[in-house]
């Protein structure tokens, strides 16, 4: 059907409406010329300028954009609230609405809102980047229910990511605001019974007092509900008298109609059939957005009752199309209570996947119609309707009628589907029948807002209690193009009794009906076919079970240890406790050193204020730069077509490799990088060509009609497998050797061989690249603003790129929104075009990465391959250890050596290995260059060591603990490049972390559990750690700082430091403040800039605060020294009596502070040095239960002890310690990157990576710090420690380990297995081995093109 365009529909005479109306923040906003197109993100950010709410990835799935909506409905004379995406919310989606933003719910200038205060001062925030997205979230359940349970506080978060803090602050946030949590609500001791987790289960002679809490309620202000703002009179008026007309509102390309009767609506859709019903976004807008489709009409009803309705019959339930997922979530749960259950059997599933579907936000946005008609692959809800016999009822100008939600429907089939112009109105849902029974399963990459992996919804319906299956229907999704009905498997069954024999027949059944080819997108094609039957067979189990206790006679029966497998592992308690060395009591009040001070930016982040780089304002006469890239990973450019590009309105330029002649690379170690490549590509997302234009839109939509044409080169290579086949290296090998290994080799009782693959991990970084270059206008001057951990290098690349000294080039840097490592090498590249285009100009410009941009150029972590040969005896001693590492490059070499020596560094982690033999390669390949993230080789290097370990001891018959006390250093020793080492601190940790885990009892508690289940292992797993911190050099390590004081007796201090969320701003003005004796509120810290500090290092390493912290030191006591005469004078003066007397007596108030570095260095040709300072050391202790059906799992409780020396700062400390933790969870379990057999990156947001959310944390975390001992040269004896908690993540995989071990023994799989990182729960189901993993068809390798490969 020809589709009409807006202008031609402008004449048909509907209604254009004069302007769009809506309220932000109690304030009224009209927009007369709306362009539909516009989401309420940027309209937010840009055009009121109101940027606390943020961009994080554009789709919904990250909830940095949460606002509250607020409607009023004249009918009900309610208001509803609700949490929403504004990346999603088209603006004309708003009329009449009321959107509050964090900036309306309080502010440092005039209150803050107790969500924002509370958020801040438990020390939920680090970046800060998710912050307002958070306290958004918060708020608007609070103002729903103001005294909400803990679960309905963390189920408002489901939609939320933070990557710093691992939520544990943010759930002591929410904590305080509950009232009915289940918690005692005692606060003895600072503690209440859910803070006790380290008590629960310790072992008798355990001392086991948590210290005093990190902050103090007591001096919260209260949640009072009457101080919120109000939803806006004039709106409740104006929707009450306003007559119902429908609104029209035109853009350039598109036109939103928006009906307010259904006739009006009926009309439209006649009118436009083709025009999308848009009534969430949800759907439709990611649609457009990443899919690029376009409607060029949309239809978007507003306030239609009939959409709305909720009513009741004798049959079942009828609820409107319009309603939302959450509304329907509600309606439901109230159903169920009211109702008996045998009638909502139905009811029940549908909540249970309501439940888990999306993340708040997003329920809260989806309407029920949207879902049904969308008809996702992997929709949660169509199965369960569909198995419920559920229909739809339909209206269009030619009348009503209802069509059933069958297979045909969820298929399109055109004879079963609504008709173009017809409308979905409701859906009726019928109540179940006694003797049915319907069930819903589930499996995703994690266990909330995450597209299921494959789901189903299963029904039967017995003639009574005969136990003969009468009614079967049984549906999946995410293994099909659409929703899949296992029909002719039920219709064979219908008549048989339910029993082993029946579902026997029926998996085979199903297995031939729903069968799934090897390449199906998705991949994971073996894990699906596994699921579809496990799910079959714990409906089974579930059907059972009922029938055992309706019908005893006809239950098939079944084991006692099959009992619990039915139970989901998902938990809503949190316990955790805290134990650390309280600042002396004699230490003076106003030192701030060693106690939990919230972050000095937490209450800013919390209120939307702090500013990051895109948050500044649009500069005179600013551009838009956006990056084509390579859509192919080893290729010749045969010809550019710029033309159709530059030929579009508001673009200025495109720069190409050509404008850049002699100036196009850059060397940041050792090899120089280019910076564009428009004459060869070697990897996918590589930067092309730059494209330059007015307006963010305008650029982006010209790079689309850049047109390329390439010639694919030879050879391929995207594996670390296929790399090491053509010999593909970046660099020559690294290698380390200790002892000698060939000899121990011959001396040993066994051999073990084997390998390991570990996954790399991308940043995601909460913000992500952004940068605004401003040429001055003046003597060359350029100001870089820009997201990076390494401003000097930003401000070298520009200066080459530019041909410019350095000192006309300036890098400032306010604070980072989460870097990791990952805002170093590619940002300079990126901020060096940037920079090339403004000077080019002479005009600014912005360059901010969408998400999906971000994940495709900038590389990540290093996948590894490694290979080893572990010499042992039989009481596990390892004598001879042969390792070879292969990390997985990229294309450039970027930072691969250093993360590679590094990885060997650090790989014998908390082991003495007599004899040992490491080598190292960088694989270069055709994929975006990988580079730093936090732990730089370790987190991938210790892992392999634990793996080979654990393997020892399964070979030794002992446990992987015994075999890791028996190899770990015991004394003051020497590590295999012959540093010194003392490991009586690492001993510590270990001892206290097996006591305070209660580690024994727990491994025979969970050996007992394991006994009694067959389907669900717990496993138990502990890990030390022994981490080194420095640099490898001396240079590497210095620090400057820079502090004035004024006359008024303030100070300014800067450092090199980057504030990332770490916290190091904090604690340099601890530092201050304990040198100088002044109040931390007299420090103040502006950010970093090459201008007052120059030739800084990279911010990473853990050792920021060290280092800076140093310089920091440094500066005040030159500056105390000078003034010490002036000070002694009047010992009782303040600093501004003091400043105005040096100024008098002509006393420079200002002084530089500086460090010379650590004395490191390392000699890779004779394998000897001291390339560290110190180590941190620490153990992990976790607990996890595995679903061996579905290879679901649940951290149950992680205790963790480290030694970081004295704590600058308990909070930020805890901080760093839960984040990396929860981060290194995620590497090793949850988040796994996709690639193409072409090398094309999937995983390009937050709806295919799945970092961990709030319910992935363990439902118990307990942290213990020793007590400082070990004096060193670091700032006051601390310890840095951004670093070493992401290895500890691996307790967790080793755990996951245990389980699945134990599984494996119980069917007979005694011998050693090896698991690759990330445990997903593909590969955890796949390693419990049982007769369903068998009864599945397995295609040959070689005989299809899967979808994705291992990299
Ligand atoms: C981040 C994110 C996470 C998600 N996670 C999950 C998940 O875990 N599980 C899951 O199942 N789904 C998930 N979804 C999908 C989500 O459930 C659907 O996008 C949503 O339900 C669609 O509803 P909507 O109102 O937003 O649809 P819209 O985008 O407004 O519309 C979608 C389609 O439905 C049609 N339509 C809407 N209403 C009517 C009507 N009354 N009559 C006729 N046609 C109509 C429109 O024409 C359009 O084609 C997720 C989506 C996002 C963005
Ligand atoms: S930016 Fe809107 S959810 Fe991520
Ligand atoms: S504080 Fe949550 S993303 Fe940084």
């Known amino acids: 059907m020809p589709t009409t365009t807006p202008q031609k529909q402008q004449s048909t005479g509907m209604e254009r409406a004069s302007e769009l109306l809506f309220y932000v923040n109690g304030c009224e906003v009209t927009e007369k010329n709306v362009d539909p197109e ?59 609405a009321a959107v509050t933003t964090v900036e309306g719910i309080g502010s ?36 729903n229910n103001p005294e909400p349970t803990l679960s309905q506080l963390t189920e408002a978060l489901d939609g939320n990511l933070c990557r710093c803090t691992g939520y544990r602050p943010i759930i002591d946030a929410c904590k305080t605001f509950c009232k009915t949590s289940g918690c005692c609500q005692s606060k003895e001791n600072g503690t209440c019974c859910l803070d006790q987790g380290i008590n629960e289960s310790q072992e008798p002679e355990e001392e086991n007092k948590a210290s005093p809490k990190l902050f103090s309620e007591e001096e919260f202000l209260p949640l009072d509900p009457t101080q919120e703002l109000i939803f806006p009179p004039e709106l409740m008026m104006m929707a009450e008298k306003q007559p119902l007309r429908t609104r029209v509102f035109g853009g350039d390309r598109m036109m939103w109609i928006s009906p307010v009767s259904l006739k009006d609506l009926l009309e439209a859709k006649a009118k436009y059939p083709q ?59 109230d159903m169920t209570l009211k109702l008996p259950s045998e009638k909502t059997q139905l009811y029940h599933v549908l909540l249970k996947h309501l439940g888990t579907l999306a993340g708040s936000q997003i329920r809260n946005m989806a309407s029920l119609g949207g879902h049904i008609v969308s008809r996702h692959l992997d929709s949660d809800v169509n199965p369960l309707l569909a198995v419920g016999n559920c229909t739809l009822n339909l209206l269009s100008k030619e009348g009503e009628r209802q069509i059933p939600l069958n297979e045909q429907f969820l298929k399109k089939c055109p004879t079963a589907d609504l008709k173009p112009e017809e409308i979905l109105i409701s859906v009726n849902i019928p109540y179940s029948r006694k003797w049915e029974f319907v069930s819903a399963f589930r499996q995703a990459q994690r266990q909330r807002n995450a597209l299921a992996i494959v789901n189903s919804g299963m029904r039967v319906c017995f003639g009574g209690g005969d136990g003969i299956i009468r009614e079967l229907s049984i549906f999946y999704g995410g293994v099909g193009p659409t929703t899949v009905c296992a029909k002719n498997s039920c219709q064979k069954l219908i008549g048989r009794p339910w029993n082993e024999e029946m579902l026997e027949t029926a998996c085979r059944l199903i297995l031939e009906e729903v069968s799934l080819p090897g390449s199906a997108p998705g991949g994971k094609v073996e894990f699906k076919r596994t699921l579809i039957i496990s799910f079959l ?84 006469q600013e551009l838009f730069l956006t990056f084509v890239t390579s859509s192919r990973a080893h290729a010749k450019i045969m010809f550019i077509d710029l033309s159709e590009a530059l030929s579009l309105p508001g673009v200025v330029d495109i720069v190409t490799e050509d404008h850049l002649h002699g100036v196009n690379s850059f060397c940041l170690l050792t090899k120089p990088e280019k910076l564009l490549d428009t004459y060869k590509v070697s990897c996918v997302g590589q930067l092309v060509c730059a494209v330059i234009a007015e307006s963010e839109v305008q650029a982006k939509q010209a790079a689309k009609k850049v047109k390329i044409v390439y010639q694919d080169l030879k050879p391929l290579i995207l594996t670390i497998e296929e790399a090491i086949q053509h010999n593909s290296f970046l660099e020559e090998e690294r290698k380390l050797e200790y002892g000698n290994v060939d000899e121990a080799f011959k001396v040993v009782d066994q051999i073990l061989e084997g390998e390991i693959h570990m996954g790399g991990q991308e940043h995601f970084y909460m913000e992500t690249q952004s940068m605004l270059v401003s040429p001055k206008g003046e003597d060359q001057e350029i100001d870089v603003y820009v997201s990076t951990q390494f401003p000097k290098y930003i401000q070298d690349i520009v200066a080459s790129t530019l041909k410019l000294p350095a000192n006309k080039v300036m890098c400032h840097v306010k604070r980072v929104g989460g870097a990791f490592g990952g805002k170093v090498t590619k940002t300079g590249i990126m901020a060096a075009i940037t920079a090339f285009v403004a000077n080019k100009h002479g005009r600014p410009v912005r360059c901010i990465l969408e998400r999906g941009e971000d994940m495709l150029i900038t590389g990540g972590r290093h996948p590894y391959f490694a290979k080893y040969r572990a010499g042992f005896m039989n009481d596990g001693r390892i004598l001879a250890l042969d390792m070879e590492h292969y990390s997985n490059g990229g294309a450039t070499l970027d930072e691969s050596l250093f993360v590679i020596e590094l990885g060997i560094l650090k790989m014998e982690n908390a082991y003495k290995f007599p004899n040992l033999r490491c080598r190292g390669w960088a694989c270069k390949t055709n994929l975006p260059s990988n580079t730093a993230l936090r732990g730089f080789g370790f987190p991938q290097s210790g892992l392999i060591t634990e793996a080979c370990l654990t393997e020892v001891a399964a070979r030794c018959g002992l446990s992987p603990e015994e075999v890791r006390t028996i190899n770990m250093y015991k004394e003051i020793d020497q590590t295999p490049y012959k540093q010194e080492i003392n490991a009586e601190n690492l001993i510590q940790c270990w001892k206290e972390c097996l006591a305070m885990s209660s580690y024994s009892l ?38 400057a700082a820079l502090i004035h004081v004024y006359l008024d007796g303030s100070v300014l201090v800067t450092h090199g430091g ?56 440094n500066a005040c006591q030159t500056l105390l020294k000078r003034l010490e005469p002036i000070i002694s004078k009047n010992p009782q003066g303040t600093w501004e009596d003091w400043a105005q007397a040096a100024f008098n007596e002509s006393i420079s108030l200002s002084a530089t502070g500086y460090f010379r570095g650590y004395e490191s260095d390392m000699n890779w040709e004779t394998g000897e040095g001291h390339p560290f300072e110190y180590f941190v050391y620490g153990a992990a202790c976790s607990e996890v239960e595995v679903d061996c059906l579905t290879g679901d799992h649940k951290n149950v409780r992680t205790d963790i002890v480290m030694d970081i020396g004295y704590s600058l700062n308990p909070a930020l400390d805890k901080g760093q310690i839960e984040g990396a933790f929860i981060q290194g969870m995620g590497l090793y379990t ?89 445990l997903t729960p593909e590969k955890i189901r796949m390693a419990c081995e049982d007769k369903f993993t068998t009864m599945i068809p397995r295609d040959k390798p070689g005989s299809y093109v899967p979808w994705n490969i291992r990299i």
């Open 38 to 96: 516009t989401m309420l993100l940027p309209y937010l950010r840009k055009k009121l300028r109101l940027t606390g709410t943020k961009y994080g990835c554009g789709g919904g799935g990250c909830g940095a954009c949460t606002v509250m909506i607020s409607r009023y409905n004249p009918i009900t004379k309610k208001i509803r609230h609700f949490p929403a995406n504004a990346c999603l919310t088209p603006i004309c989606s708003l009329y009449g």
């Open 108 to 143: 440092t200038k005039t209150r803050i809102h107790p969500v924002q205060e509370r958020i801040a001062k438990c020390h939920g925030t680090q970046c800060g980047f998710c912050t307002p997205g958070m306290v958004m979230s918060i708020y608007t359940l609070l103002r």
């Open 275 to 333: 025009a999308p019903v848009v009534m969430g976004n949800t759907s439709v807008g990611p649609q457009m957005k990443f899919k690029g489709v376009f409607h060029p009409v949309i239809i978007s009803p507003d306030r239609i009752e009939e959409l709305n309705v909720v009513s009741y019959s004798c049959n079942g339930l009828t609820l409107g199309a319009g309603l939302s997922l959450a509304q329907v979530k509600d309606i439901l749960a």
């Open 537 to 620: 067979f714990k409906f089974y189990l579930e059907v059972s079970q009922i029938l055992k206790r309706m019908a005893p006679v006809h239950s098939p029966g079944f084991a006692d240890n099959y009992e619990n497998m039915l139970e989901d592992l998902s938990s809503r308690q949190y316990w955790s406790a805290f134990k650390y060395q309280t600042a002396d009591a004699k230490q003076p009040p106003q030192d701030s050193v060693g106690r939990p001070v919230m972050h000095l930016s937490g209450i800013k982040h919390a209120t939307g204020e702090a500013i990051y780089c895109d948050d500044m304002p649009k500069l005179d």
């Open 1002 to 1039: 727990r491994k025979t508690a969970v050996e007992k559990f394991n006994a009694e289940n067959y389907w669900k292992k717990k496993g138990l797993a502990v890990v030390p750690l022994k981490f080194p911190v420095g640099l490898l050099s001396l240079a590497a390590g210095q620090a």
């Open 1058 to 1113: 980057i504030e990332m969320g770490q916290g190091v701003h904090t604690k340099m003005i601890q530092v201050v403040s304990r040198e100088l004796r002044m109040p931390m509120s007299n420090v103040h810290l502006r950010g970093t800039s090459t201008e007052t500090i120059p030739n800084t290092n990279a911010s990473g390493g853990s050792v920021v605060a060290d280092l800076n912290g140093l310089a920091v030191k």
């Open 1230 to 1318: 949850t988040e796994e990157l996709n690639y193409s057999p072409q090398g094309v990156l999937y995983t390009r947001g937050p709806s295919q990576y799945k970092i961990p959310a709030i319910c992935d944390i363990p439902t118990e975390l307990n942290i213990s710090l020793l007590p400082p001992s070990q004096n060193s040269n670091t700032l006051y004896s601390s310890k840095g420690l951004g670093e070493p908690g992401v290895f500890l993540g691996c307790s967790v995989f080793f755990a996951i380990h245990d389980a699945v071990k134990a599984a494996r023994q119980e069917r007979g799989l005694c011998g050693p297995f090896m698991l690759n990182s990330p």
